[in-house]
């Protein structure tokens, strides 16, 4: 079998490279050049746990090139951004592979398209421009079989998961699926191809609603006086009820967008959009928390941890930072951020001692596992403030180091804390405890008078 992926991103690429570590002979096609000669050359343009491996073990079968050639198989995994203007999705991605696949397409050859899109884009954009071939629906098989794994955990779950297939026909929807059983262990379901499309937006939505009403909680809670993070905990003991988390909003490529491709032709649906209100409003509502605590603290650095939209990746798009440093920016705040996963990121990333000495307020942002680790008492900074969106440091630990926290949704009265004099500094984390520091300075303002700091508390 060959097939020709077109789109080697996120999910193209692993799954390009799957098909060929399953025997396929696998052709990857991208319009960047950049990113062919990277995979040509032998490198990946991207990483994710377990890919170096998989690459090793499919580079005899996969080659990567700009332009499609005639297979077997073709399968589309392009963007399909949403129009930050009108909320409206971009297809020009899929029309462009659907053009390019066109001149190649044999009668018995089946196309795919993996990429996210409103519910009747397969019949009404992408099969009419597979027709330009000459080549009818029908001669041709076409499935949509939306992907469902998940950043950080992808080749797993590209392999575990279930999956959603959806066929023009019943001899597309077998076929594809003959396709996908080459690797992917996870059921198979059958489905028509509209119900597919519509199955992939629901998942996400119903995720994004989800986060939406944690993220109500929390506030509600903070207003309550309570701790939702323990309301949560609570919560969840009931059989058949599953708060998710709170944080300073949803980022990503999947969940921020597609519940807009669920609504953009509907005139009815509020809870779906409401739900992306309220967590696009997240980072606003950090920026208030950051607001009452650096209240009467002169020219305050922030310093932001964590730029990744989720924990543990690198990853950045759509993430909540990019909100949340404009929003500070404009506060009149000086912006500090660091992120041990990132490597490239439009505002300077700096090394975890560095953003944090001198500054007034550090700000969790992302639930990485390294910052579970950040020692307090190695923390040089001028005030000793931090926000943790994420609830997911040793609060206790932290206030005994003179720290003031406010978690995200705490609105239970604070322990008391002790503001006392810096401790000597040592590494942020244990692992770069062999790192030499320079003995700490002695704060060089006090910024919080004893009646300010019982407004925090
Ligand atoms: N988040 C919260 N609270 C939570 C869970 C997540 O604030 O309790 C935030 C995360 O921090 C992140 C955002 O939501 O900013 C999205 O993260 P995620 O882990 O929920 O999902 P994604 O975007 O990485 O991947 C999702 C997955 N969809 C579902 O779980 C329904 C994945 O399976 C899809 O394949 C992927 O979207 C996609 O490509 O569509």
Same mark, same amino acid.
Request: without cysteine; aromatic residues 6%; proline residues 9%.
């Given at each position: 079998m060959k097939i020709c992926v077109l789109g080697l991103g996120y999910i193209g690429l692993p799954t390009a490279l799957l098909f060929a570590a399953h025997g396929a002979n696998v052709v990857g096609v991208d319009v960047k050049q950049s990113v062919v000669d990277c995979l040509n050359h032998g490198n990946l343009p991207f990483s994710e746990p377990g890919i170096e491996s998989l690459y090793r073990e499919a580079k005899d079968r996969f080659f990567a090139r700009t332009e499609p050639e005639a297979a077997d198989v073709f399968l589309i995994a392009v963007p399909t951004p949403l129009?930050?203007?009108?909320?409206?999705?971009? #297809?020009s991605y899929i029309k462009n592979a659907a053009e390019m696949i066109a001149p190649h397409l044999r009668e018995g050859n089946l196309v795919i398209l993996e990429s996210t899109v409103p519910p009747g884009t397969s019949e009404r954009v992408v099969i009419p421009r597979l027709e330009k071939s000459g080549v009818a629906v029908g001669e041709f098989q076409y499935a949509h079989c939306p992907e469902r794994a998940i950043p950080g955990r992808t080749l797993q779950e590209m392999t575990g998961n279930s999956r959603i297939i959806g066929g023009y026909d019943r001899d597309s929807t077998d076929r594809a699926t003959a396709v996908y059983q080459t690797f992917v262990r996870g059921e198979i379901y059958q489905t028509d191809t509209r119900t597919a499309e519509f199955v992939k937006l629901m998942e996400n939505t119903c995720r994004d609603v989800n986060i939406a009403l944690a993220n109500e909680f929390a506030q509600l809670a903070e207003e309550c006086g309570i701790n939702v993070w323990e309301a949560i905990t609570l919560a969840n003991k009931h059989p058949r009820v599953t708060v998710l988390n709170p944080g300073p909003g949803v980022g990503g490529h999947c969940i921020a967008i597609d519940p807009w491709f669920l609504t953009e032709n509907s005139t009815r649906c509020r809870m779906v959009a409401t739900a992306r209100e309220v967590n696009d409003s997240m980072p606003n509502y950090v920026l208030h928390i950051a607001r009452s605590m650096l209240a *009467?603290?002169?020219?305050p650095t922030i310093c932001i941890f964590g730029?990744?939209?989720? *924990?543990?990746? *690198?990853d950045t798009r759509e993430s909540p930072a990019f909100k949340f440093i404009q929003l500070a920016e404009n506060e009149g705040y000086t912006v500090r951020c660091h992120d041990?996963?990132?490597?490239? @990121?439009?505002h300077p990333l700096m090394d975890a001692a560095d953003a944090v000495t001198g500054s007034d307020c550090l700000i969790i942002l992302t639930d990485h596992d390294? @910052?579970?680790?950040?020692?307090?008492?190695?923390l040089r900074m001028r005030t000793k403030l931090a926000i943790d969106a994420r609830n997911i440091l040793d609060h206790q630990k932290w206030t005994e180091q003179g720290f003031v926290v406010r978690v995200l949704g705490d609105g239970s009265p604070m322990h008391p804390v002790t503001l006392a004099g810096l401790m000597p500094s040592v590494a942020l984390y244990p692992a770069d405890a062999t790192r030499s520091v320079a003995p700490p300075s002695p704060p060089?303002?006090? #910024? #919080?008078?004893p009646n300010e700091r019982e407004g925090y508390l």
């Open positions: 129009d930050p203007a009108t909320k409206v999705s971009d #297809l *009467g603290i002169r020219n730029v990744a939209y989720k *924990g543990n990746i *690198g041990p996963h990132v490597g490239e @990121f439009p390294r @910052f579970r680790e950040i020692d307090p008492a190695g060089s303002v006090s #910024l #919080l008078s």
